[in-house]
């Protein structure tokens, strides 16, 4: 019995089908079945019922799951304890990442720790949308608030961004300058919509007050977001440090100066439901390390995140 054939088997217990597994692992769907079969006779045991269009676990097969995933996290935590920190890394690491402003400064991080470990490859994911990590064979990722699919994950923030008002001069001049936060309802803001399917038609601003906001432009990219603001579209919530250069440049202008920004936050996330390979834990150990955790007053709850 191998145990890289035991975490194949959790791989298809928790993608629910040895198709998904086998596209997740780059594997064909031939081997993934020829070495399921393979454990389960090595095992003397069932670990699925086949069904014409599914599967389903056993009791046995059940039972098998929850002992190993413990027995691997185990043994995985051995080798870390006993492997020099200094030692080259290998194998695969899935990371997914909301598009966050500071992506670049993330990912070369990454490329940093890629080049001290050169046999290991990473695959990096971008999306707006929820995507189960477990399910999907990811091992951390970069998320917002809003991007949160699961309930028993570790999540530390590490990234923060103040959010301002922003409009261009072009559209100033077409539709005038609101002189206070509430003036902004008679304008036209650029919407935001966030991968739960909520408009922000308020928006939040410091100290857990609201604005309400409307507008006839609604997108889930914060670059669109920007680049639709810099048109002169409307006015942008935006990210302030990714408009820092247009605002030296004249480019677009900041409203409503004597207004406290609100923070947004990123944080590293890791599904605290399964354990964590001896690669991704030093990538996870060396993140945590180059971005120091933010303070975060509200971690237990879920705070609207506009980054």
């Not at 949160?148 to 409009?167: G, H, N, Q, R, Y």
Request: net charge negative; with cysteine; aromatic share 8%.
């Amino acid at each position: 019995m191998k145990t890289e054939d035991i975490a194949l088997f959790h791989r298809i217990v928790e993608t629910g089908s040895i198709l998904e597994a086998a596209n997740l692992l780059n594997l064909p769907k031939s081997t993934v079945s020829r070495r399921l079969l393979s454990l389960e006779e090595s095992l003397n045991i069932k670990l699925f019922h086949r069904l014409s269009r599914s599967i389903l676990l056993t009791s046995a097969g059940s039972h098998f799951y929850e002992k190993t995933l413990l027995m691997l996290a185990d043994l995985d935590q051995t080798i870390a304890d006993i492997t020099d920190n200094k030692a080259e890394l290998s194998g695969h690491i899935r990371i997914l990442m909301f598009p966050v402003p500071q992506i670049m400064n993330i990912v070369s991080k990454i490329f940093a720790f890629m080049d001290a470990n050169p046999k290991l490859s990473i695959e990096i994911i971008t999306s707006t949308e929820p995507l189960d990590m477990v399910r999907n064979n990811i091992d951390i990722a970069f998320m917002v608030n809003e991007t949160f699919t699961e309930l028993d994950m570790v999540a530390k923030p590490i990234l923060s961004e103040e959010m301002c008002f922003f409009a261009s001069p072009d559209y100033l001049a077409k539709a005038g300058t609101p002189n206070t936060i509430t003036d902004i309802e008679q304008h036209n803001s650029i919407l935001f919509r966030f991968p739960n399917g909520k408009t922000f038609s308020e928006v939040p601003l410091a100290n857990d007050a609201m604005q309400a906001v409307t507008g006839n432009l609604c997108t889930n990219s914060i670059q669109l977001a920007y680049e639709a603001t810099r048109l002169g579209r409307g006015i942008g919530y935006l990210p302030q440090g990714l408009c820092h250069d247009d605002v030296e440049q004249g480019r677009l202008i900041r409203l409503f100066n004597e207004l406290q920004p609100y923070v947004g936050v990123v944080f590293l996330v890791y599904p605290s439901r399964r354990f964590l390979s001896l690669t991704a834990q030093r990538l996870l150990d060396y993140m945590l390390n180059e971005l120091p955790e933010q303070p975060h007053e509200k971690s237990d709850q879920h705070t609207q995140v506009w980054i």
